[in-house]
């Protein structure tokens, strides 16, 4: 089955039981944050998101502000960026869909991305300022830096300065192309170099708006906040097949770039025991990765479905379009331990690890993926 089937544009399953039903918060509703979504989604689709997903309380004011904050606006593009991740991949989908019939909801941990540093990328700004223009309005600010060295990438993380521990991260990798062959650099500049921006005039006027005040009138975030999700999409045209293939040879991360682009990657589920959530998902038969990561600190530990397989559209050699099956995103589990720091404070451990990272982006390698529901 795909995401869509299930339930069509976020829409709650029929067989939801009554429990899950009414276990949403009822000041969740009334909220500023659901004014905010409202204009974006229908109560069906926003009351599926209120059951699937915990929504922290800081980002639940009463509504009837003549504003929203940049908290508010943060944490409702991370619930449609969330929601796009269940339509994309169907094995996210029926995990959470096994989760709200048991009244449960999904703790989002993090969403990850990926970018090219490259000489020619369009219209679009080159490596991660693609996305983080867009974060640090919101409120995001740099909290790791992670060489990928294996894959010649740097991934950096990002919280929320407001509530780092309860609003999702972005973990946002950069692929450095000047670490490639001149032929491979030479193909992502074809490839790279068609990116349009999706931001125009006032999206950009109104995100510096946000970051200079800390908030916009509601009317105003509620034009950008389309336009914010679309960001998180493929900006450049589709590789031929034999643009494909050759970026494949060095890299799979890069080759799963040029058919996906800004997608999430992966989005993750925050669990307080992902090697037992592990075992019970194999059980159920469903494509787990074969080990669990574990951070160098023994606190972070993490694994995943594999990817899902998608059918993109390119051209062959005769200019002939033909679907060809690649890799597709992924769905993320991960447990954090919580650890006291050097002032003595207790902290949840939000750090991530360039082991971890790279052996998850294994998961988008395998060209044939692991296949749709």
């Not at 009351?47 to 929504?55: G, I």
């Not at 593009?77 to 909801?105: H, I, W």
Request: hydrophobic share 40%; charged share 20%; glycine share 6%.
């Amino acid at each position: 089955m795909n995401a869509q089937a299930h339930h069509p544009a976020g829409s709650p399953p029929d067989a939801m039981s009554a429990a899950a039903a009414s276990s949403a918060p009822t000041s969740a509703h009334d909220s500023q944050l659901i004014a905010l979504l409202g204009a974006q989604r229908s109560p069906r689709q926003i009351d599926f998101l209120l059951r699937a997903l915990h929504v922290p309380s800081c980002t639940l004011r009463p509504a009837g502000a003549a504003t929203v904050s940049r908290l508010e606006l943060a944490q409702a593009l991370n619930m449609l960026l969330f929601e796009k991740l269940l339509q994309d991949v169907p094995y996210a989908d029926a995990y959470v869909a096994d989760a709200m019939t048991a009244g449960k909801r999904m703790h989002f941990d993090h969403g990850a991305l990926r970018t090219v540093l490259a000489n020619h990328t369009g219209l679009l700004p080159a490596g991660e300022a693609a996305i983080t223009r867009i974060l640090r309005p919101l409120g995001y600010v740099q909290n790791g830096l992670y060489p990928l060295e294996r894959l010649r990438m740097t991934g950096r993380a990002y919280a929320h300065a407001d509530a780092p521990e309860d609003i999702a991260q972005f973990f946002v990798s950069e692929l450095h192309a000047d670490r490639f062959s001149p032929e491979f650099q030479h193909v992502v500049d074809q490839v790279i170099g068609t990116s349009v921006d999706p931001l125009g005039a006032d999206a950009k006027a109104l995100l510096a708006q946000l970051e200079a005040q800390r908030e916009l009138p509601l009317a105003a975030a509620g034009e950008l906040l389309p336009v914010l999700l679309s960001a998180f999409d493929r900006q450049h045209d589709l590789p031929t097949i034999a643009q494909y293939e050759r970026l494949r040879e060095e890299s799979a991360e890069m080759a799963w770039i040029a058919t996906e682009g800004n997608v999430f990657n992966h989005a993750t589920d925050r669990v307080p025991d992902v090697e037992a959530l592990a075992e019970r998902q194999r059980a159920l038969g469903r494509p787990m990765k074969d080990k669990v990561e574990v951070s160098r600190n023994g606190r972070v530990r993490q694994t995943a479905y594999r990817a899902c397989t998608v059918l993109r559209p390119m051209r062959d050699e005769h200019g002939v379009v033909i679907e060809k099956t690649v890799p597709g995103s992924f769905y993320e589990f991960i447990s954090r331990d919580r650890y006291v720091d050097e002032q003595g404070v207790e902290r949840l451990d939000l750090s991530f690890d360039s082991g971890n990272a790279q052996g998850i982006f294994k998961m988008t390698a395998n060209s044939t993926g692991a296949g749709g529901m």
